[in-house]
């Protein structure tokens, strides 16, 4: 794996990479190195077979990500604020399209650009200590790595444009109940409950595990007569694997199936 400066990368025995953001000082807010890091990152994440789930969470117990960093954004012309949300949004959109599972482990604040981050990812755990929010208007802009768009897809269009007008901070309990986050944790607990979550879907067959994620993504893009044909191609698809052969032949003879991805 490369170098990094502002994330630290460990990959376990089991397939698990955990990315930490880690700019504690600025409550790990995401400067434009930062984010030319997570493109990096992803794409060695995305080639690396070792790597099956990847958890992103925060450094320290105050913030995940507390947004774009805004003494770097305060002074940009309007060109670089296109060019600047075009390039967190690309490595949004790939953190969104890997084709592996990711979980945010949010650990704090989730505000703005971070909150952007954490919707990114495909399940978020959300320890009690975190608080969500897309404070941009406060800030006189709207969100500009997603939020307008993923936030209305996970909470709905009313929801979305409540928080999204008003700026406010939301806490764990209320995430949940929105559908923002998936679980809620103890802190002390937070990246063990990730990491049970990820040996759980690493021991299921990895292609269909994959199937799912893109079909869930493709869907949501477009119409349902075209996401279910999509499903169709992609469950037939499946039976060409020895995974699938697999799990059926374990569960006819009673036994756990022993997945290999192919
Ligand atoms: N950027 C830069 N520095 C930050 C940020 C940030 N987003 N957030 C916190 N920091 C820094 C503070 O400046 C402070 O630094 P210093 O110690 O040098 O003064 C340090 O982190 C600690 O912060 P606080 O002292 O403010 O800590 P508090 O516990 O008092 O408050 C908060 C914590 C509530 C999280 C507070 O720091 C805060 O409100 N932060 C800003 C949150 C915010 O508005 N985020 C949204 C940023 S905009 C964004 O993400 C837009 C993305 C899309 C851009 C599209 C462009 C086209």
Known sequence: MGEYTNLLVEIDSEGISTVTINRPKA???????????????????????????????????????????????????????????????GVFNKIENLPKP???????????GGCELAMACDIRIASEKAKFGQPEVSLGIPPGFGGTQRLSRLVGKGRAKELLFTGDMIDAAEAYRIGLANQVSVPEE?????????????????????????????GLDVDLTSGIAYEAEVFGLCFATQDQKEGMTAFIEKRKANFIGK
């Open 102 to 112: 990711v979980i945010a482990a949010v650990n704090g604040y989730a505000l703005g």
């Open 27 to 89: 409550l790990n807010a995401l400067n434009a190195a930062t984010v030319h890091e997570l493109d990096q990152l992803f794409d060695e994440l995305a080639a690396n077979d070792a790597v099956k789930v990847v958890i992103v969470t925060g450094s320290g117990e105050k913030s995940f990500v507390a947004g774009a960093d805004i003494l770097e954004m305060k002074d940009k012309t309007a060109v670089e604020g296109r060019q600047w949300g075009q390039l967190a949004q």
């Open 190 to 218: 937070l990246i063990g409950k990730a990491k049970a979550m990820a040996q759980k879907i690493i021991s299921r067959a990895p292609i269909a595990v994959q199937v799912c994620k893109t079909a869930v993504n493709r």
